[in-house]
């Protein structure tokens, strides 16, 4: 039998809730541990990080010198390195700090900020390090982190949905809540992989999946606007738990300049 | 006179990044430090700002094992700040889905985190594999259960997306409440064979006298509501922990500590509940904590893995009388009018008194947020365990020493994300 890959799991700046997920898997949790050794996972195991791993799952974004240092050694000693959730993918909710807010924000939180070592931006980990795989949300989906370990294990490519929240939301045979009761939703520029929860529960999308592809968030602010929304309200609807992802920042900007 | 120095450089079975320094001189702790590492994320600071409304979705990105706390504490806050009066239907809905967090949150702890430690195993996979792999597995199912309230409540396990100010988004069907209801009813022998098991480890004889702090409800084990008790004799609307406590800094900690204002350490969570709240356990609950030999005086801080699952079973009876008494009420969430002012509320976290105050403006933005999370509070009281029962082990190998610290900085649950990025703004308009 040849021996079972090896996985490291890896924070960085989070809440742990994307690493959580996998501990979620109540009923897959001691199957997962069989199929694969679980070498390094500092909140469910005491182990030393040490040796080669083929699977890294790095949570979290990049806010400390320390942690800028860290992600090369983990790349450095990794095969394949995925990213979960959106503080890995795209900096998180921490990121808005970014933009010369932090030196403030820092003397806004502690009396003596000179004993914190703090970097001025949060950062994606793919903004440090080459990313082979990345699972979005805040948090991730746990049914999206199964696949992604099953793919893994049989050597393809994981399956998941590239196309809009939206989309998953009409093939869930779901009422659109921003047509029929006026609520904004920003289902049609978000990424799948919720499942189009929120609409379920009779709210629109928060984006906590990021960005989809090719998403024009220009259409969808102006239709938020039709809908009574202000441009300071589109603008912080865009920067919550992906504040940092391109699109984004960019659809939140435009709004700021209005 | 034999000196030595422990150090830890990263505490694992913990949510966070926390580290332990201990300094020993003969039998005496010269020094003990509880060093938190986590990087801040400034919460408080990128509050200001926000919509009220997005106090609780924002906040429960401190925890990705206690959302639901944060969004409870957010939202009864900016309830006290606009005078909005929620709903029964809602008042209980909120109390069922903080139920599933107590169970997915302590069982998570107890046997995933802490068993490990009394049996000498690195993991609860090690464990499973010596030999209790039968445990292991009730306690997953069991901790399924709980997850399962917080998904068919609130939306999914973790960051639900149901809780708004004034109540819900949409407010769950009897039919699928009926279907929780089994699964909790089948959860709970496997809890019972738990919590007994857990009973049945070898326990480190020590014990501390402490003061305990907690809410205090009438008539039922206190989570979203109560006064503010505490075992010396303090009694306070649940709003007014600022007239009581403060947060200070500590150099080797990037999580704000707590003292009571004469600068007394205290300690909030299981044991400081069962201390308060005994008598209004459930039933079931009350009969195991008797079979475990647990009572409301028990001060053995290696006995919260037994307290963490006596409140889990009494979360898995409440949830099924909360689910057979529940009538949906006919809107999901009372209307809120935003206005200028200040809220605040604690709430019972799983790890404890969680306080959230919020100061909003007229456009029902927040202009100052102070989110005092349990761990931070309980730092002091773990310092002061690790510098009264390592002496006991003065002749012993480091090896010996440092796993009693770290057991005994597990008693405590520590969430490290939780309690990093806060503190009062006001230190710096002072």
Redesign the interface.
Known sequence: MPPRPRLGVFKFSSCDGCQLSLLDCERELLDVAGALEIAYFAEAVSAEDTGHYDVALVEGSVTTEAEALHIHDIRARSTTLVTIGACATSGGIQALKNGGNAAGFLKMVYPTPAWLHTLESATAISDHVKVDHELRGCPISKHQLLELIAALLAGRRPQTEPHATCLECKLAGQVCVMVAEGKPCLGPVTHAGCGALCPGYARGCYGCFGPKETANTASLSAQLGALGESPARIARAFSTFNTNAPEFRAEAEAQGDD | MTERRIEVG?L??????GAVRIDMRGDKVTRAEFRIF?????????L?G??YE?AA??TS?????C?VAYQMSAVHAMEAAFGVGIDPSVRLVRRLLYCGEWI?SHV?HAI??HA?DYLGY????EL?AAGH?GL??DA??V??AG?RIVSVVG?????P??V?VGGF??LPERRALAALREELLAAIPKAVRVLDWTASLDIPDHARDYTLVSLWHPDEYPMNEGRLRSTAGLDCANDAWRDHFEE??V?HS?A?QARDREGGEYLVGPMARLALNFGRLSEGAREAAGRAGLGPDCRNPFRTITMRMVETLHALEEAVRLIEAYQPGER?AAPVEPRAGVGAAATEAPRGTLFHRYEIDGDGLITHAQIVPPTSQNQPAIEADLRAFLPSLAGRSEAEITHLAEQAIRNYDPCI?CAT???D?R??DA
């Open positions: 990263l694992t079975r913990v949510e966070g990044e986590e990087p801040p994320r400034f919460f408080e600071a990128l200001r926000r919509g997005e979705d924002i990105r401190i925890c990705g094992i959302p997915e998570l995933l985190l490990p690195g993991s609860a996979f499973a792999e292991v597995r997953l199912e901790k399924e997850n939306g999914r396990e973790i960051h997306i149901n708004r988004w949409k200070f800094q150099p990037n704000l999901s994300s990025h806060f503190l703004l230190f710096l």
